[in-house]
T-cell receptor, first 115, second 115 residues
Framework: KAGVTQTPRYLIKTRGQQVTLSCSPI?????VSWYQQTPGQGLQFLFE???????NKGNFPGRFSGRQFSNSRSEMNVSTLELGDSALYLC??????????????FGPGTRLTVL | AQSVTQPDIHITVSEGASLELRCNYSYGATPYLFWYVQSPGQGLQLLLK??????LVQGIKGFEAEFKRSQSSFNLRKPSVHWSDAAEYFC?????????????FGKGTKLSVKP
């Protein structure tokens, strides 16, 4: 079974631009979460989607948004990029939402650099 | 507010030596606790998780962790470290009813292994 895939793996943008990152969960998984990883702040939760609905949201500005499609694939979008948005963006999938016993599987991440 | 503290930023051990990585958490209710490992350029891999029951949890790759409620700790241990264990280790607590979709991570402990 294929793991979580994220595209692109690397991205370079300039300030003010917007970017869209994609995540394909493991087949059969319906929940997708996004995290931002930076050296200073560490791993921070962005949002979680289940059945095309945002279920939880972290403490990030409205420039960060996401969505989930009917096939459980998810995208996240960052508008008006700032230098501080440079980070590794990780996507994780699990079978269901809100289940304590589900294991969350992480993708390799998308490395975003904002110049 | 929930939080996770990993007091050691960087630890170096000799191959074959035992390992203990510390994790302290702050959470108002029964915590759901996780340890993940991240190799350079990779996503996160779940090593083990604690939800309830036996306080000593066995994981993959020979790792185990012990939940101590009185000390608010969930330390990760391995009796004999291999060079391939060199990576960064993250402790995390589940923030909403055990859902793994919204995890709060510690800042991580980088493990180096001396030959």
């Amino acid at each position: 079974k294929a793991g979580v895939t994220q595209t692109p793996r690397y991205l370079i943008k300039t300030r003010g631009q917007q970017v869209t990152l994609s995540c394909s969960p493991i087949s059969g998984h319906r929940s997708v979460s996004w995290y931002q990883q930076t050296p200073g702040q560490g791993l921070q939760f962005l949002f979680e989607y289940f059945s095309e609905t945002q279920r939880n949201k972290g403490n990030f500005p409205g420039r960060f948004s996401g969505r989930q499609f009917s096939n459980s694939r998810s995208e996240m979008n960052v508008s008006t990029l700032e230098l501080g948005d440079s980070a590794l963006y990780l996507c994780a999938s699990s079978l269901t939402q809100g289940s304590s016993t589900d294991t969350q599987y992480f993708g390799p991440g998308t490395r975003l650099t904002v110049l | 507010a929930q939080s996770v503290t990993q007091p050691d930023i960087h630890i170096t051990v000799s191959e074959g030596a035992s390992l203990e990585l510390r994790c302290n958490y702050s959470y108002g209710a029964t915590p759901y606790l996780f340890w993940y490992v991240q190799s350079p350029g990779q996503g996160l891999q779940l090593l083990l998780k604690y939800f309830s029951g036996d306080t000593l949890v066995q994981g993959i790759k020979g790792f185990e962790a012990e939940f101590k409620r009185s000390q608010s700790s969930f330390n990760l241990r391995k009796p004999s470290v291999h060079w391939s264990d060199a990576a960064e280790y993250f402790c995390a607590v589940g923030a909403h009813g055990g859902s793994q979709g919204n995890l709060i991570f510690g800042k991580g402990t980088k493990l180096s292994v001396k030959p």
